[in-house]
């Protein structure tokens, strides 16, 4: 084996190894965000109903994964998000808890919006003439602050 398909060959294993790893990064990141939801969920007053029986685990498997449902009981609204993965479980909450929840999620929002402005913009580094948008910065989009 030569030089070059030597080096080749470690060029190929690097990127299979980087892309390996990137796919596992993702996979944690889509449980850690799944984890994150249950907790900020039981904190708003969810309550989590386990599918520890095999007509839950029948019942848990007909439902959308990780999203909510609306269910009305009368004159009261239950609101149920289902986790057949992680926590393989049922989250049944009422309004409240889902305003809570709902709350807390556009809180999470705007911080999350504050810290990428933020982060944004502490970049010095950043070439903005190099997009086109340099001194004038009305481009193709129209005038404006852009």
């Not at 929840?101 to 809180?107: D, R, T």
Request: charged fraction near 15%; charge should be neutral.
């Amino acid at each position: 084996m030569g030089y070059r398909t030597t080096l080749r060959h470690l060029y190929t294993g690097g990127a299979l190894l980087l892309a390996a790893s990137a796919s596992l990064t993702a996979c944690e990141s889509v449980h850690d965000q799944i984890v994150d939801k249950e907790n900020s969920l039981a904190a708003a007053g969810f309550v989590a109903r386990p599918a520890n029986t095999p007509e839950r685990q029948v019942m848990l498997q007909k439902l959308p994964p990780n999203r909510f449902l609306q269910k009305s009981f009368g004159d009261h609204m239950l609101y149920v998000y289902s986790d057949p993965k992680v926590c393989n479980c049922l989250y049944v909450g009422n309004q409240a808890a889902y305003g809570r929840y709902m709350s807390y999620v556009q809180a999470q929002n705007l911080a999350d919006q504050q810290q990428m402005t933020a982060d944004m913009y502490q970049d010095a580094s950043w070439n903005w003439g190099m997009w086109g948008w340099g001194g004038g910065w009305g481009g193709p989009w129209g005038g404006g602050w852009w």
